[in-house]
């Protein structure tokens, strides 16, 4: 689980393109949207493509995603229990 | 802003081939949206408004009988501008007239397949001037690119080059074409309704996307021969920027509203007919436009969307529109909204679901889009303007 | 109609090879690549702005030019600016970045990405330095072969002409296609005292 934390937290940073971040910057228990990273609705999206083209986990729409982007912990639970690849 | 005067327009859409093809089309009800898969070899399936397959070339090769290649954009560009012209009756080949082209993205299908094109034709510029060419012109075309705005923009753009002596014509043209590059982006936005869209419905599911072109010969000239009492003449225009957010409206409708403002400035608002909405169907925009309205104490006023029709078009939507308002305004009617049922927005405005009948002879154009920006335009027929 | 000269306050030029403001050299490149060179200048300048990294390139030479010709003023940047306008010309509108785009639509590789098609409209340029600044009044883009002064200076005349309430007019030339980098971005004023530079097509033609 904690390799996946970091993975994930590795990827966000690379296709959000949060500039001088690492992983350990993140907190995997906190909110990824609202405070902290300043993440919008297109970052949102692009988060929709990472699930999909790293891990084969198609979301239909944005609030969807929401609930699983909710941390980065909640995101790495939902991947370990969906992914086909 | 000087007045400008509309001496001739044409629609060259999946709807008709020409103005009075696309009202007619519009009066029976029609819709040009249907249900496509793979499309463009697109993983999955969409609502658009798309000219049939071949249609473009065949009109083409019947109007046209140059051996010179042009690209599927360029012809409905030049379609549709030759009817404009043939209206208006001008000579498009003269030094005073001006070529105006609004489009978002051009012949951008060519990045997937060149199909024998040179790079260049990638270049908005290249095929504006390839356009006017077609024609004989011999002046630099103005390209306008604005997202979605761009067709409101075009004719701001009109207006400001006619105070130029050189001109005494402007010719817009507003066109795009669909392809897998417009449509997947739109998609990964997650903006595309799954079904027919409906504008400021309370249950609205996102967008349709359209193709299409439109073009629109003004004049500044009133005592020109083609300008009468049922002229529609564009009194007013403005650009205004949300400076909020690239995609997303603002949640105050801080830009359009300062456009509406600025367009109606001392302008009697009873005299408004209807607002022609940019009414895309998405949860943000509608709603945006609705508070936009109502901060402009335009509630009273009839607000109706084409998007039904003919989906949204991108460049080439807010020539279409302008032209069909003026001709509902020419018929007084009212366009209904078409596909909505339940209206719903942010705050509430009067939708008109079914047609209804107007003696006013003003309209107010509205539209938005991507980068923040916000057009309103006033148009109205000369005859009712005191 | 009233006949404007117009003046423009401060202006930067931004190529791959050199920064430059009000005709001094700030920064030059020699072995930099593109996007190296424009995060240098970010650096160089001290900005501090995390959204800049989410631009395209094209977004990025602008937002790095205006905020150049920006700080010289002192303005206030985080104010709203409702008395300025922005009006941009460029060659290629946003190909540099569908060509990006089209990469992440390719057949065997079809993801595509929502953050680069973003960008995929010439005109996002302007919103993105609207956004930074606060600039509320008109944003138009243009595209043209080449820069041409004679359609800049009727561009803005235009504006000033038809929006009384239009001070200042951000805007030039933004282009960025494939590792050619050429940004002339002036801030032009409706009217001012001192020695500022008049808008005509004898200075453009030496700042180009």
Redesign the interface.
């Given at each position: 689980m904690e390799e996946l934390i970091n993975e994930l937290k590795k990827e966000i940073i690379e296709?959000?393109?949060?500039?001088g971040m690492t992983p350990e910057d993140i907190d995997e228990n906190a909110p990824l949207f609202g405070e902290g990273l300043?993440l919008?609705?297109?970052?949102a999206?692009?988060l929709?493509?990472l699930m999909?083209?790293n891990y084969g986990i198609k979301l239909a729409?944005?609030a969807e995603g929401r609930e699983i982007f909710k941390s980065v912990r909640v995101m790495a639970e939902y991947v370990k229990e969906h992914r086909t690849k | 802003m000087k007045v400008l005067y509309n001496i001739g327009d044409c629609i060259f859409s999946p709807m008709g081939s020409t103005t009075s093809e696309n009202v007619q089309a519009l009066s029976e009800g029609h819709s040009a949206l249907a249900y496509y898969d793979g499309a463009f070899n697109l993983p999955e399936p969409f609502f658009a408004s798309l000219f049939e397959k071949n249609h473009i070339e065949h009109t083409f090769a019947n109007r046209a009988k140059e051996a010179f290649r042009y690209t599927r954009f360029e012809k409905i560009a030049i379609l549709a501008a030759a009817g404009a012209i043939q209206n208006a009756d001008i000579d498009a080949s003269r030094k005073e007239v001006l070529f105006i082209l609004s489009t978002t993205k051009g012949n951008i299908e060519l990045l997937e397949n060149q199909d024998g094109f040179e790079k260049e034709r990638l270049f908005l510029w290249r095929s504006a001037q390839l356009i006017a060419q077609y024609f004989g012109n011999p002046n630099e075309p103005l390209v306008v690119s604005n997202a979605c705005i761009s067709g409101c923009a075009a004719q701001i753009a009109a207006a400001r080059a006619l105070t130029n002596p050189q001109y005494k014509y402007a010719v817009v043209i507003g066109a795009d074409v669909l392809s897998k590059f417009v449509i997947s982006g739109f998609q990964s936005f997650k903006a595309l309704s799954p079904e027919l869209c409906h504008p400021f419905d309370a249950d609205r599911t996102g967008l349709n996307l359209g193709e299409g072109a439109a073009a629109i010969v003004y004049t500044h000239f009133d005592n020109h021969p083609k300008v009468n009492a049922n002229t529609l003449c564009l009194l007013r225009g403005a650009i205004c920027n949300d400076a909020n957010h690239i995609s997303g409206p603002s949640r105050t409708a801080e830009g359009l509203f300062a456009a509406i403002e600025k367009t109606m400035q001392n302008f009697d608002k009873e005299s408004i007919a209807f607002i022609n909405a940019h009414g895309t169907a998405t949860r943000y925009n509608d709603d945006m436009e609705s508070i936009a309205i109502q901060r402009a104490q335009l509630s009273a006023c009839p607000v109706n969307s084409l998007k039904g029709y003919y989906g949204h078009a991108l460049g080439a939507a807010g020539v279409i529109e302008v032209i069909l308002s003026a001709q509902a305004l020419l018929q007084n009617r009212i366009w209904k909204t078409r596909g909505t049922q339940n209206t719903g927005t942010a705050s509430p405005i009067r939708v008109p679901l079914h047609e209804e009948k107007t003696l006013k002879t003003a309209f107010l154009k509205i539209i938005s889009g991507f980068g923040g920006g916000n057009a309103a335009l006033l148009l109205a027929q000369k005859g009712g303007i005191r | 109609m009233k006949n404007i000269q117009p003046k423009i306050l401060s202006y930067s030029r931004l190529t791959n090879q050199q920064l430059i403001l009000n005709g001094e050299t700030l920064l030059s490149n020699k072995e930099l690549s593109p996007n190296d060179w424009l995060s240098n200048i970010y650096k160089y300048i001290k900005m501090d702005y995390p959204k800049f990294f989410k631009m395209d390139r094209l977004s990025k030479a602008g937002i790095l030019a205006s905020e150049i010709a920006m700080n010289h003023l002192a303005q206030n940047s985080s104010e709203v600016k409702d008395n300025w306008a922005i009006c941009c010309f460029n060659h290629a509108a946003s190909l540099d970045d569908d060509l990006a785009y089209q990469k992440t639509i390719e057949p065997d590789n079809f993801y595509p990405s929502p953050s680069v098609f973003v960008y995929t409209l010439a005109n996002i340029v302007t919103g993105e330095i609207a956004i930074k600044y606060k600039i509320k009044g008109e944003t138009s883009f243009y595209v043209s072969e080449q820069f041409s002064p004679t359609l800049y200076i009727e561009s803005v005349q235009n504006i000033f002409n038809d929006s009384p309430d239009i001070d200042y007019i951000m805007g030039g030339w933004v282009e960025y296609l494939e590792n050619h980098c050429d940004v002339l971005m002036m801030i032009v004023a409706r009217e001012c005292d001192g020695s500022s530079l008049d808008l005509n097509e004898e200075n453009l033609k030496k700042l180009i």
């Open positions: 296709v959000l393109n949060l500039e300043g919008d609705s297109i970052d999206l692009e929709i493509v999909e083209k729409n944005a | - | -």
